[in-house]
């Protein structure tokens, strides 16, 4: 495994603090969602950033690696081509699920995949998968979660160094989810660090979050608190790692606030001490072969994993039964924070639907109705705030006629046709309960 290429301390570049992001003192590189970027159209920030050296790094937050289908070819074609247009060292992804195929579910989330022997058989060959079509290399991170899988045959350190003695990729640990799977799954941080191969390492993510209820919940909304900065210093003691990025998604704060915490992250950066390196093992050979989805026991282990995520994500999203041995209680958590997640989407995508209902709350509370046991859209949040507001109409909702009448107007001009009849939009509600 060749040393990873020095980073430095960096953040996430968002569009919302973009301005500010280029004014940042001492920043050496900053990281973007893939998915939110076109290749052929980079923002002009970004182009400015990258022309007087800057490092972009794609992150990716939608192949699904830990999921049991093959990775998707398309989406793959697309991380790479954002690799080349960025000029990038490394690409990013995560250890999650994100859908399922039978039924057809999105989560809209990153979910946790079991640490289990099925779960790494077909993690593994995925991610060989998707070296393969990539032109750099790829590191994948450890993600926060709120619920645990029952039997599971592998601790986050095992999982991890498996994976990486079994295809050579490299790690993003994130600090943050190291502290969320330690108040929410009663998971050891310091564990998983003395556990992984850290000679591995890409980088490493830092965020905020806020505790509610006894649960943790990774916002990238809030300051990072001390307790992850212990834990980045707990890791640095360890190891010099090569970057270290502050996530931040919503609520920005203002720039010199935004300033003064990469200021903290860099401190307990540069006062740690400097171990000695660690030499890195060769990959261990491959186990589970690379057949397809119907090939030999991989095969069976995809079909496996396939029918219990398949279960989880339809309760988490459908309102099916819980499967078994999984908490309930931590379930419907879950399916909250995706039904709020899925809410806070569309509202970015369609800031009128907020301003039409009356403002955030009553909007989060007609979206929460209209969602439960509804899955998110195939077709994507475009589709489903169109969906959103049809079924509003259906309803004769907003109360106020004025509104409604707004409403409708907004569905026309996106939906490029008249809202149906009402009997045909009852009829269309009702075939979709069924559904």
Sequence with gaps: MKPMAHLGVGIGWRPEIADAVERLPGLDWVEVVAENICPGHLPESLLRLSERGTRVVPHGVSLGLGGADRPDPAKLAALAERAVALGAPLVTEHIAFVRSSSPALEAGHLLPVPRTRDALDVLCENV?????????????????????????????????????????????????????NRVNRGEDPDAVL?????????????????????????????????????????????????????????????????????????????????????????????HGGPGGPQDGPLGAARIRLGLSQAALL?????????????????????????TAKRAGVVAKLAPELPEILGGDRPYREAYAAYAKGRPLAAAGYRREALDFAEHLLVQDLPADPAARRRLTRWWQDRAGARPARRVVRWARALVGRAA
Aim: charged residues 25%; hydrophobic residues 45%.
């Design 128 to 180: 060989r998968i998707a070296q393969d079509a990539l032109p750099v290399p790829l590191a994948l991170e450890n993600i926060a979660a709120l619920i645990a899988w029952p039997g599971e045959e592998f601790t986050e350190g095992q999982f991890l160094t498996e994976l990486v003695e079994r295809t050579g990729v490299r790690l993003l640990i994130d600090v943050a989810n190291l502290h969320t």
């Design 194 to 286: 003395d556990g992984i191969p850290l000679e591995a390492l890409a980088y490493v993510h830092v965020a905020g979050g806020v505790e509610r209820g006894g649960v943790w919940h990774d916002t990238h909304a809030h300051p990072v608190p001390p307790v992850v900065l212990d834990l980045l210093a707990g890791l640095r003691s360890r190891t010099d790692p090569p970057g270290v990025l502050l996530e931040r998604d919503d609520d920005f704060p203002p720039e010199a606030e935004l300033a003064d915490e990469l200021a903290r992250i860099r401190a307990v950066v540069d006062a740690g001490p400097h171990p000695a390196p660690r030499t890195a093992a060769a990959p261990a050979p491959a």
């Design 314 to 338: 339809s309760a988490l999203v459908a309102g099916t039964p819980v499967p078994e041995g999984f908490d309930r209680q931590r379930i419907r958590v879950q399916a909250r924070a995706l």
